[in-house]
Structures are given as C-alpha cells and as structure tokens.
C-alpha cells in the first residue's frame, strides 16, 4: 500500500513536470508564431509587455537559477545592458563608486592618474574596444609617466580593456591615494610599452595664464564651475598690462560643463547664438545667446590653440569664436564629441549618464566624430617611426635624463642644449625634443613652466600671426564650420560621382 501511493506520487509529479514542459512549449511556440506576425501594437503596449517580461524573468532567474542570486548583479547587469545596446560610449551605468568619482570630478578632486579616456562599447578582434587616451592633465601621474593624447591602454594590471566597460576602467584607475596601478600602452600600431603609475590627488585644474611679450596667454585646461571666474581673472590681468592680443590655448582639453564654456564664450561675443542644442523632445532643445552686458573682451586679435585632444567644450567655445569670426584656430583637428550628457541619480547611490542632445555651433553645425579642423594646420612634432618611438620609450625607462639631471642640478639653457645633443647621438631624437624632456625634468623641483617657446611651434604659430597686423582681415577670411562641412559634402558627392562606373551610350 505504502509503494502503491508513493508510485501514485512519482506518476503525478512526473506528470506535472511533464505538463510544465508541455506549456512551457507551447507558451514558446506561441511566443514565437506572434513574433513572426504582423504586430500593430502601439510602441506603448510593446513597451508595457516588455517591462511586465522583464519583471518575470527577474524573479525566474531570482528564484529558479540553480544557484541563489544577489538580486543587486541581475539589477546592475540589465542597466548595462540597456546602456550597452544603444553603442553610444557616452550613455552608460554608473555604480556607486562611479557616481562618487563622478562627483569628485566635479567638485574638483579626486584620487586617480590624470588621464582623460574614452572607449567605445563595441569590441571585435579586428577593431579591439581599448582605453583611447583623450589628453592627460598636466602634472598628474600619467602626464609624468609620457602618456600622450591618442595612446590606447590595452591592459590594465594584466587584464585586457577590449571586454571592459568605462566604468570598470574608471575604477581600476581610481582608488586610494599612493597605491599603483600598471598600464600597457600601445603606441601607434605596434609599440607597446608599460607603466605603473601611483595614484594621487588629482585637483581638476581650470586656467593658467601669463603675459608673452604684449600678448596674453590663457591655458584653459578644463570646464568647470571654477572656470568662468578664473577665465574673468586673467582677463583682468591682461587689461592690467594692457595686452595688445591675446592666445587662448585649448589643447588637450577634454571639456567639461556646457554652461561653463557658454559663459566664457559670452565674455568675447556681444550678441547672437553661442550654442544650441537639440532633442528628440522639442521643449528639451535650447539655444544659449550671448549677451552684450556681458562681453568684456572687444577689439582684440585672438588665436585660439587646438588639438586631437581638444574635445566637448572645448570644441563648443572654439567654434563658437570661429564661426563669429572673432579668433583664428591653429593647430590641429579636434576629437570630435557633438552630444549632450545628463547624469541621473538613482535610489541606491547609483545612476545613470545619457545622451540627451547633440550641440550645434553658431552655424548650425554639429562636429561630432568629425571635429574642428583649424585655419592654419601646424603639426606640433614630427611623426616618429616606430624604431625612433622605441629609441624614446628607452630613454624614459633606463630614467636616463632623469639620472643625468638628478647629478647635475641647476642646468642652464646652454647646458640643456649641451646634454640634448649628446643624448641625440645615442638616441637619434629630434633635438627640440630632447631640450623639453630635458626641460621638464629640470623643472620637477621647480614652478612648471606655463609655455615653451623653444619647443612649441603652434603657439610661435599663434604669436607670429598677432604679430603680423593684419588681424581683422585674415579672420574675417575664414569660413565658417556651415560653410566647411557643405564643401566637404559637396566634394565627397562629386567624388563619388567621378568614381562610379561610366554608363554605356546607346
């Protein structure tokens, strides 16, 4: 009797499971005959359907997976996923260590490397995701290592970047203040070196200006809410020497606040638009004017400075002077970022970073991925080979100016100049070169210098053309952005046309 009931069980149970089988079948076949059909849904009621699917298989996987899930890595893992599948690298989850490196960032201080990043979300063994450096920030652990704008971190302590998200890089290369952390770098396309870099206090640095001659130069170095008034103080200082010209020198600055550079830009233009940015929602798109109260600099020649990594706001106060044909832009091709972030704080410390807008210049033009090129292109060094990249990385590993330097104190100019051309001997390096690493490892114990006017050919560029005098007429001769992408296209269609195959006459 005892097994009779127990065989009862076992049929009953086998039959259940069966059944369960049976209609999880058949609720996946059904699935899958609707998918194929026509759906006249509205996107609403896709949606709704979506989010109720989401929520089953959440709890499914919560109290059906073999093993007990912390509902926090099924939460974390679907916002990725989310961000993930849009292919922006710029809308992404953030933990809570990101919101706090996030916050840190703004506030002005924060515990890392000093290196501006970007990564793109997509990762395929012909065309590997790796950590693009954007610009390392002056004095921080990874501008003293010879990290450059446009060098890739391939590893990160040992782990390749390829698979990795933005924010697990951000919180490799943060952490507590003194501990290292060792990058691969790769360096054009095959030059690949290491560096361990000792995190310290990174304070976001705004502007850095002095006087050349009758001129100004004013580096801004990055957009924040300090920006705008440190930009006000050395106007003031140049008003004070009465400046003849001035050079606003952009270079490798990753950008920052929007408003910030709208601000800064409103101090140079009296009137007329400084930036619109544009929404899929139309009550979200805004222009930002200028204001005529606000200009305080009128009158004066201004070259602005630009580079690969100049990027963001930068790219917006830059076009915003070219396209009012207020300053001359020298150097070279921006990064190309044309889109509008928004953070959104979460419940649990978390959040999240969207693309919102994409931001157009006074000329309604969007540079994204395309960039700012400039009116006078000047390369700032040579293109190295691959044996004379070698040779520096050499150079910077043995330490050798930096041993050399550290037994003789105090060197002069002409001692610089003595010691780089020995150095080019055994290294075969351009001398201007060697003369600024020598330069800035003299200068370690010492106030950095703000220019280097022996090394620097694009601001001797910028200066020789507010020396020549005829200011007004050169930048009044340049195009604006509007005018430079409709050439472009207008070129690329005429290609396009010339390239295609002759058609046969009858």
Do not use: W
Not at 352 to 357: D, M, N, P, S, W
Not at 458 to 481: D, P, Y
């Amino acid at each position: 009797m005892e097994n009779h009931s127990l065989n009862k069980i076992k049929f009953f149970r086998a039959a259940a499971f069966a059944l369960c089988f049976f209609v999880s079948g058949f609720f996946v076949s059904k699935c899958f005959a609707q998918s194929s059909q026509p759906d006249s849904r509205s996107k609403q009621e896709l949606s709704n359907e979506y989010i109720r699917t989401f929520a089953q298989i959440f709890y499914t996987l919560q109290n059906r997976y073999v093993e007990e899930v912390d509902p926090e890595v099924l939460y974390k893992g679907a916002l990725k996923g989310m961000m993930d599948s849009l292919g922006d690298p710029y809308t992404v989850y953030l933990d809570v260590q990101d919101m706090r490196s996030l916050n840190d960032t703004t506030e002005g201080a924060f515990y890392g490397v000093g290196l501006s990043i970007s990564k793109r979300n997509n990762s395929t063994p012909e065309n590997p995701a790796y950590v693009d450096v954007v610009s390392p920030i002056q004095g921080t652990p990874g501008f003293k290592a010879g990290i450059q704008a446009g060098d890739k971190l391939i590893e990160i302590n040992g782990e390749p970047t390829p698979e990795m998200s933005m924010e697990t890089v951000l919180s490799k290369l943060r952490g507590p203040k003194g501990e290292g952390v060792e990058v691969t770098v790769l360096r054009g396309k095959s030059v690949t070196f290491k560096r361990t870099l000792i995190r310290d206090l990174i304070e976001v640095p705004t502007v850095e200006y002095g006087m050349i001659g009758n001129y100004g130069y004013m580096k801004l170095i990055q957009f924040t809410p300090e920006t705008v008034l440190r930009v006000q103080d050395a106007i003031d200082f140049f008003d004070e020497k009465k400046y003849k010209g001035l050079v606003i020198d952009l270079r490798n600055n990753p950008g920052g606040l929007l408003d910030s550079a709208a601000k800064i830009a409103d101090k140079f233009i009296d009137a007329g638009p400084i930036v619109s940015t544009k929404s899929r929602l139309p009550y979200e798109s805004r222009s930002i004017n200028a204001s005529e109260k606000n200009t305080v600099v009128k009158n004066i020649p201004i070259v602005v400075l630009i580079n690969r990594g100049s990027a963001s706001a930068s790219e917006i106060l830059s076009g915003a002077l070219k396209d009012n044909h207020l300053a001359y832009l020298v150097g070279e091709r921006t990064y190309g970022k044309g889109s509008v972030q928004q953070v959104m704080p979460l419940n649990h410390g978390d959040g999240i970073k969207i693309t919102v807008a994409r931001y157009y210049t006074p000329s309604d033009t969007n540079i994204d991925k395309i960039g700012i090129p400039p009116d006078k292109e000047v390369a700032l060094s040579p293109q190295y080979t691959d044996e004379q990249t070698k040779a520096l990385i050499k150079l910077s590993e043995e330490e050798t100016i930096r041993k050399y330097v550290e037994s003789h104190p105090d060197m002069d100019e002409k001692e610089i100049a003595n010691y780089a051309s020995e150095l080019q001997k055994d290294f075969g390096l351009d001398l201007r070169l060697l003369r600024r690493l020598i330069r800035i490892e003299v200068g370690r114990t010492k106030e950095p210098q703000l220019y280097d006017l022996d090394f620097d050919v694009q601001l001797n560029a910028a200066l020789e053309i507010l020396r020549e005098g005829n200011f007004k007429k050169l930048v009044r001769s340049t195009k604006t952005l509007k005018e430079l992408q409709e050439e472009a296209e207008a070129a690329d269609a005429l290609s396009e046309k010339n390239s295609s195959p002759a058609q046969n006459e009858n």
